[in-house]
């Protein structure tokens, strides 16, 4: 009920007129009803549809990662590999965008990083490197506003997971009970 009541009919009036990919985070997992309920594309790797994928948006390619347990794992950099090279040879492709749950870095809830991000952010630095063009990860699960740009590449960093839940502040007790300061 969570999905139709809170979500669908709060989301109703954007969704009717805008795009919407989402990612699997933490809460979804490999929930069946977020399979059902959202048809992501179907072009990543064979047995792991929907989990990892890429859309077009005009000029933009974004790609849609899954950093939970076992599936933030080889098979998918490798596939992210693979599509970000054949993205660099595609002209009609201005800019990467990527967008997985968990963070590499965080200001405010460094238990929620994942090492995975980091390897998909090091994929993409070597992207925007190679082919001259920008990219950003999206990335949520702290509940916390951050923003940042890689040292010496055209790649952003933006913590979208202030769209929703009780924000993290500084000085104020977080998600697992910790206070920052």
């Known amino acids: 009920t969570d999905w139709l009541d809170d979500f669908f009919a709060g989301a109703a009036p954007l969704i009717g007129q805008s795009t919407l990919w989402p990612v699997p985070g933490n809460h979804e ?48 950099l490798e596939w992210l590999e693979t599509e ?27 238990p929620g990083e994942l090492d995975f991000t980091g390897e998909v952010i090091t994929r993409l630095e070597s992207f925007t490197t190679d082919c001259g063009r920008p990219s950003v990860h999206l990335f949520g699960h702290t509940h916390a506003y951050s923003r940042g740009q890689s040292r010496d590449h055209r790649h952003l960093w933006v913590n979208v997971a202030s769209a929703g839940g009780a924000l993290t502040l500084a000085g104020r007790t977080n998600m697992t009970g910790q206070s920052h300061q």
């Open 29 to 76: 997992s490999n929930s069946p009803l977020f399979f059902r309920y959202f048809q992501l594309p179907e072009n990543g790797t064979p047995g792991y549809e929907e989990h990892w994928w890429w859309a077009d948006y005009g000029r933009v390619r974004v790609f849609g990662l899954d950093s939970n347990g076992a599936y933030g794992a080889t098979t998918q």
């Open 84 to 110: 970000l090279a054949a993205t660099c040879t595609d002209d009609g492709v201005d800019m990467v965008i990527a967008q997985l749950h968990h963070p590499y870095l965080s200001e405010v809830w460094v």
